[in-house]
Structures are given as structure tokens and as C-alpha cells.
């Protein structure tokens, strides 16, 4: 008898993407492909379907859910982000309420000017590009950022369709910053360099005393992470 926590069996030989009422969906074999919530997903882009049905051609004998973090963030942006909308903006906005560009380190020196040289630039085009003017501290005591700039940091999220909204959700937790995951919303930067300007701190601290194997691994995960936001926006992208 199998493992009850064993991956399902791959059920299907084909993948195909198809165009229908509302956008794109995918057929696995001649099943479309469902949520968790049993609704059939369908895309807005061709090329975000094309995205998806890459993970799922690409399954073996088994399917890993996990190996797929496209479709586990288009089941999120079908199931729960189109009925929630105004909670996840409001979620984006509290992670700008404590964006980690805006704490710069004390010491030592060398980290300072890393951060400074990487991270103002981007301060400065959110402030003249989107109207957010985030106030910058040293050190990690909380500085209360303007009531006016979370409530854009909002609006700014809830001009995106549902599956820009979960790719937008889904960055600002990564990243641990708002500005920057509009900055990759915005193709102003790369997923992996975002994920790096994030991990500044880190990064320098690795250099200094070196990094360890679950440190790695755990680096490793978010960088696919943020490369696989990276093609979700390009996908979304007109």
C-alpha cells in the first residue's frame, strides 16, 4: 500500500494550453486544470499559461506540488486573493510600514555604504516614481513610516489584477519590502538582485564568517522563488 503522504501519481500524458471565455486555461490531457477550490483556473496571459504548463509537462512519475511555484501562486491568486483582495493590500502596505531598505545599519562601515550605494537609489525612485516617501533610520528600532505613504502603498496594490496582486503579496513577504517588490512588478529589477539588495546584512555577514549548508539551502530556495516572480510578471507584462 502506498504512503498516504506520497505524491499522486502523474494522471495525465499531455499538457496543452487553450484559449477560452476569459483568458487561458490548461488541459491536462482533456481535464481542465482545477484549484484546490475545485473552480477551473484560468489565466489572463497566454504566457502565464505557458508558464504553468511548463511545472506541470515537466512532472515525472509523480506530481510535487512543490516543485511548482507558479501553480501553488496561481491556486493563490484564484482561491484566496480574488476574495480577499482589500486584506492583502492592506498586508502589502504593513510590510512598507516596516520595509527593510528604510534601516540602514550602524556599523560597520563597509555594510553602511553597501546599503547606502544599493539602496537609496531605490528610495529615491519609489519616492518620484510611485509618490512614496518612506522615512530612512540606523538601526533596527521601528520608525513610523507616513499614514499617506502606506495608504498609496496600498492603492498601488489594488490597481493589480488578481494574479499581479498574489505575485505583488508574495514578493513583499519575500523580500521583506514593498518597495521592492513593486520594483519587480515594475521590471525596474531582476528577482535574484532584489532578493540580494533584501539580504544586504546577510550577505556581508556571510562574507565575513561564512555561510553554513542550511543557510545555503535556505538561499537557494528563495532565489527560485524570486526568479519564478520574476517570469510571473514577464508574463503578466501586456
Known amino acids: 500500500m502506498a504512503d498516504a503522504a506520497e505524491p499522486p501519481r502523474r494522471f495525465y500524458k499531455s499538457v496543452h494550453v487553450v484559449e477560452g471565455e476569459g483568458g487561458f486555461s490548461i488541459r491536462l490531457d482533456e481535464r481542465g486544470l482545477r484549484t484546490p477550490a475545485r473552480s477551473v483556473l484560468v489565466m489572463p496571459t497566454q504566457a502565464l499559461a505557458r508558464l504553468l504548463a511548463a511545472e506541470w509537462e515537466a512532472q515525472g512519475e509523480r506530481i510535487a506540488m512543490a516543485s511548482m511555484p507558479a501553480t501553488r501562486l496561481a491556486f493563490t491568486a484564484a482561491d484566496r ?3 480577499a483582495r482589500a486584506e492583502v493590500c492592506a498586508e502589502i502596505a504593513r510590510y512598507g ?3 527593510v531598505l528604510c534601516y540602514f545599519a550602524e556599523a560597520p562601515r563597509r555594510l553602511e555604504e553597501r546599503q547606502i550605494q544599493a539602496w537609496v537609489p531605490l528610495l529615491e525612485w ?3 516614481a510611485l509618490g512614496l516617501h ?3 533610520t540606523v538601526g533596527i528600532a521601528h520608525v513610523t513610516q507616513p499614514r499617506e505613504t502606506l495608504e498609496r502603498v496600498a492603492a498601488l496594490a489594488g490597481e493589480l489584477d488578481d494574479f499581479a496582486l498574489a505575485g505583488l503579496g508574495h514578493a513583499t513577504a519575500l523580500f521583506g519590502s514593498a518597495v521592492l517588490a513593486l520594483a519587480l512588478q515594475r521590471d525596474k529589477l531582476g ?3 532584489a532578493l540580494d539588495l533584501s539580504r544586504l546584512d546577510e550577505i556581508y555577514q556571510a562574507e565575513v564568517w561564512g555561510a553554513d549548508a542550511e543557510a545555503a539551502l535556505r538561499v537557494e530556495s528563495m532565489t527560485a522563488e524570486a526568479l519564478m516572480l520574476e517570469a510571473w510578471f514577464g508574463a503578466l507584462a501586456p
Open 191 to 193: 528577482g535574484a538582485l
Open 97 to 99: 510600514g516596516s520595509d
Open 81 to 83: 486573493v480574488r476574495a
Open 134 to 136: 518612506l522615512v530612512r
Open 126 to 128: 519609489a519616492d518620484e
